[in-house]
């Protein structure tokens, strides 16, 4: 028995011996690959190879954001161009359009038909890519109506090489229409004062000179009508100015007093003239929105110059009527009188500032030559219209159409 347990102890000792070796092995090979792994860590890191790789990436991303900031100020170049209200065209050096604003298309490359002819905008992108230098140019068109442009060319460079050229094209034509209007008014307003003045000067020259009371008398009231009329002349120049420079605030107005106050201020004038006014019941429910001032304004100077016209007979008073309808979209002031008419040829220019159709007549009235100029411009203010429908000898209708009030 003591020989078996000794055996067995030896063979207990020799098996505790192999694990402990066979445990140290393992660990031995698994340092081993663990120190071969770090090795080859290192290498592929110190591989030039390999660091080429990252910082092809690295230039690859910074490309990428690159690209993507360039397309995004690309893209608010381009809208905001396109978004001009004037119109934008560029060329390559050659001459070649290869950018177009929706403003440009009007007049670039489009078909003849429809727009002007583009040769004078290509002469001149033309003649300052070859000169490199920028320049400008001012014509009208005719075709399919009248319209003045200007262009602005100017060349682009890259460094010292040409690019091309980008022209700037405004369409001008109200500016200039504006310009002309505004000449035209300063020229008859000096017009219009430098008449009476004149007879103003005279009149007082003559009534200095003069011993006889009668002349003196006469020519007293021819001065003090020479002052009116240009004390009238100055008040329609400010009511015209400031009916064209106010906007109507949507204040609702009782044409039945707009009516009333109108007629009280000619009334004098109509009696003086033998003329009588006649209004018809304005209807309850007839309101406009806008500024009370400009519509009563707009209605004296209709029935004020109702009055001046109108013919009187021999065995009757002449007669202005006034009626007010109210018909959808329209509240309609109409003012007829039983004048002289208006000869058609002069119907489409009775609006016109100092327009006048019979002149002599006019000076004899004291009319200015704008009253139906600012009823022109109160109904624009208004979003409303004014006509007229005249038959010589047989007296004329103006109709003055407001929105009504809606609130």
């Known amino acids: 028995m003591d020989i078996l347990r000794a055996v067995i102890d030896a063979l207990l000792v020799v098996l505790v011996v192999v694990l402990a070796v066979g445990a140290l092995y393992l660990w031995k090979r698994n340092q081993s690959m663990a120190s071969a792994i770090e090795r080859a860590t290192q290498r592929i890191g110190s591989n030039p190879q390999h660091k080429g790789e990252a910082a092809l990436t690295a230039g690859i991303e910074r490309i990428e954001r690159y690209l993507a900031r360039a397309e995004r100020e690309r893209a608010q170049l381009v809208g905001s161009l396109e978004a001009a209200q004037f119109g ?17 298309t009007d007049f670039v490359g489009a078909l003849h038909g429809d727009v002007i002819e583009d040769g004078r905008i290509k002469e001149l992108i033309d003649s300052v890519v070859l000169a490199r230098a920028p ?36 369409d001008v034509t109200d500016q200039r229409r504006t310009n002309a209007i505004r000449r035209d008014f300063i020229a008859n307003v000096g017009h219009e004062l430098k008449t009476p003045l004149g007879a103003l000067s005279v009149l007082a020259e003559t009534i200095a000179d003069s011993d006889d009371a009668t002349v003196r008398t006469r020519l007293g009231g021819r ?24 906007a109507a605030a949507p204040e609702p107005i ?26 018809e019941p304005v209807p309850a429910d007839a309101f406009v929105a806008g500024d009370r ?10 029935l ?5 016209y109108t013919a009187v007979k021999e065995a009757d008073a002449g007669k202005v009527r006034v009626r007010v309808t109210v018909e959808e979209p329209w509240v309609s002031i109409e003012v007829r009188d039983e004048g002289i008419g ?12 100092f327009y006048r159709v019979d002149k ?13 100029a600012i009823v022109r411009h109160v109904a624009i203010n208004h979003g409303g219209e004014v006509s007229v429908s005249s038959e010589e000898g047989s007296g004329s209708t103006f109709t003055l159409r407001l929105p009504p009030f809606s609130g």
């Open 304 to 308: 004020d110059n109702a009055v001046k």
């Open 293 to 302: 001032r400009q519509v009563v304004t707009a209605v004296t100077n209709l």
């Open 360 to 372: 002599a007549r006019s000076r004899e009235t004291g009319g200015t030559g704008l009253g139906l």
């Open 223 to 246: 001065l003090s009508q020479e002052s009116r009329r240009i004390s009238n002349l100055i008040d329609d120049i400010l009511d015209l100015a400031q009916v064209e420079s106010f």
């Open 254 to 279: 009782a044409i039945s007093e707009v009516i009333s106050d109108a007629a009280s201020q000619v009334q004098l004038a109509a009696e003086a003239a033998g003329v009588v006014l006649f209004t």
């Open 88 to 104: 934008v065209a560029a060329t390559d050096d050659s001459g070649t359009i290869t950018f177009v604003n929706p403003a440009a």
């Open 135 to 170: 320049s400008e140019l001012e014509f009208e068109t005719f075709t399919p109506v009248r319209r003045v442009l200007r262009l602005y060319a100017a060349p682009l460079e890259y460094g010292v090489e040409s690019v091309g050229a980008v022209v700037y094209i405004e």
């Open 342 to 353: 208006i000869p058609e040829s002069h119907l489409d220019r009775i609006f016109e500032r």
